[in-house]
């Protein structure tokens, strides 16, 4: 059974910026499902998305895989042989987790789970790159040349996944959406303070960026399609062909 997050259910009296530690990679199914409204949605989706586009003696990347949700998802889609997934996050607790829920399950397809900084993976032969709620947490300059060098690995065709909180241009639209969202961990169980605490920690750590700007420079890097295919309140998914 998932540990509850609590992580914030207390006063904190310094609270710093929030980071992928032991605390929240224990906590990380239980938070990630209170907080990010259509989430489990988003996950199947990332497997339904592997089966139509991983193609034979591929590779598979899940960067900022955090536990391997989207990895065992995509694993468990793929029906053709020589696949490879390359599932990569810089935190040692959450690499650790991942590879005891990877080699939980049997499966043909091989799973690499590397403890790395996504910006310094090579990406090469792909026909599936994922960033699920990833590229966030990324520094705004270094988004571009991230974007670039995925798009460089891919193959003609292949898919890149991009899931991330959204902010709006729109003040009223944008206060709204944050409400909604709110309201959606309120009904989750988390209270007052636990919403404010995290919000002050994650706040300096995770920038959005807008839908327009996302699709701007995707389009501008040189994808063919790209289009938003999931959201509820300011969360979603996007996807970007090539």
């Known amino acids: ?4 997050d609590t992580i914030f259910s207390a006063p904190i009296e310094k609270l710093g910026d929030f980071t992928f530690d032991e605390r ?11 907080s990010v409204p259509g989430y489990s949605n988003i996950i199947s989706a990332i497997g339904m998305l592997a089966e139509r586009f991983v193609k034979p003696n591929t590779t598979v990347y899940d960067l900022g895989c955090s536990l391997g949700a ?11 042989e020589g696949c490879k997934i390359i599932a990569v996050d810089n935190s040692p607790a959450m690499v650790e987790r991942c590879r005891l ?11 690499e789970v590397i403890e790395a900084d996504i910006r ?13 709620f990833t590229l966030q947490f990324l520094a705004p300059q ?9 798009y460089r690995g891919l193959r003609p065709g292949g898919i890149l996944i991009l899931s991330e909180k959204y902010v709006f241009d729109n003040d009223v639209a944008h206060e709204l959406l944050i409400d909604l969202h709110h309201d959606f961990k309120r009904a989750n169980g988390y209270s ?5 605490q ?41 996807f970007a062909i090539k």
């Open 24 to 34: 929240v990679a224990e906590v990380f199914p239980d938070m990630i499902q209170r």
């Open 142 to 150: 270094d988004r571009q040349a991230l974007l670039e060098k995925i």
């Open 70 to 80: 989207a990895t065992l998802s995509m694993r468990r889609h793929i029906q053709h």
């Open 198 to 238: 995290k919000r002050s920690a994650i706040e300096n750590v995770m920038r959005p960026d807008s839908i327009a700007v996302h699709k701007e420079r995707l389009g501008e890097i040189g994808f063919s399609s790209v289009e938003v295919w999931f959201q509820c309140f300011n969360f979603g998914s996007m």
């Open 101 to 111: 829920h990877v080699s939980a399950y049997r499966s043909d397809t091989d799973v």
């Open 120 to 132: 310094h993976v090579d990406i090469d032969n792909a026909s599936v790159v994922v960033l699920n």
């Open 1 to 4: 059974m998932a540990h509850r």
């Open 192 to 196: 007052e303070l636990e919403i404010s």
